[in-house]
T-cell receptor, first 116, second 118 residues
Framework: DAKTTQPTSMDCAEGRAANLPCNHS???????VYWYRQIHSQGPQYIIH???NNETNEMASLIITEDRKSSTLILPHATLRDTAVYYC?????????????????FGQGTILTVHP | GAVVSQHPSRVICKSGTSVKIECRSLDFQATTMFWYRQFPKQSLMLMAT?????????EQGVEKDKFLINHASLTLSTLTVTSAHPEDSSFYIC??????????????FGNGTRLTVT
């Protein structure tokens, strides 16, 4: 799977938008970009994923550059509960016998701290 | 939404004993489950991929005889840490993918098991 590069840490004021960048310059055409977050001592929580188009759901928006070499996760109105480690992962999805074995390989992620 | 449950959430065991961790998909069937380990202040490291009805596939450097994985049904996978030692103390997390999910559907994660070996 392609390697990703994220800033080690970021701060954001409560109520403001949090924009978390991710560089994946070696991404392949069949690799998706996934974002997960992990709040302390919990399992990772899925946020959003995309291939090449921008995506939005109830949690966040994902902006993928046209060349697909980088992306940005946007939390539109950050709250204190959004403080977590955010992981950007690129994932190749191979199919064998109709079943996908696409595992997730986690990097170090970005520690986002939302402050009052 | 799809829920993955791990049990126990915390376990303390003595060195040399074995401990079993269960990972259950509560409202969906999972042909594939993944086991991760996370040491303090580090990221998640994939240990093995567990496929229902077949042998698990272990990542390089993970001892298959020490970390026994059984995926006997579409809703349950177990990880047994055999002859545990203090260096096995870690946060163990499982994830699962739905049988009927689209190929690009996200994996669902459990809330982890904190293992402490004394």
């Amino acid at each position: 799977d392609a390697k990703t590069t994220q800033p080690t840490s970021m701060d954001c004021a409560e109520g403001r938008a949090a924009n978390l960048p991710c560089n994946h310059s070696t991404i392949s055409g069949n690799e998706y970009v996934y974002w997960y977050r992990q709040i302390h001592s919990q399992g990772p929580q899925y946020i959003i994923h995309g291939l090449k188009n921008n995506e939005t759901n109830e949690m966040a928006s994902l902006i993928i550059t046209e060349d697909r070499k980088s992306s940005t996760l946007i939390l539109p109105h950050a709250t204190l509960r959004d403080t977590a480690v955010y992981y950007c992962i690129v994932r190749v999805l191979t199919n064998a016998g109709g079943t996908s074995y696409g595992k997730l390989t986690f990097g170090q992620g970005t520690i986002l701290t939302v402050h009052p | 939404g799809a829920v993955v449950s791990q049990h126990p959430s915390r376990v303390i065991c003595k060195s040399g004993t074995s401990v079993k961790i269960e990972c259950r998909s509560l409202d969906f069937q999972a042909t594939t489950m993944f086991w991760y380990r996370q040491f303090p202040k580090q990221s998640l490291m994939l240990m093995a991929t567990s496929n229902e009805g077949s042998k698990a596939t272990y990542e390089q450097g993970v001892e298959k005889d020490k970390f026994l994985i059984n995926h006997a049904s579409l809703t349950l996978s177990t990880l047994t840490v055999t002859s545990a030692h203090p260096e096995d103390s870690s946060f163990y997390i499982c994830s699962a993918r739905e049988v009927e999910a689209r190929y690009n559907s996200p994996l669902h994660f459990g809330n982890g098991t904190r293992l402490t070996v004394t």
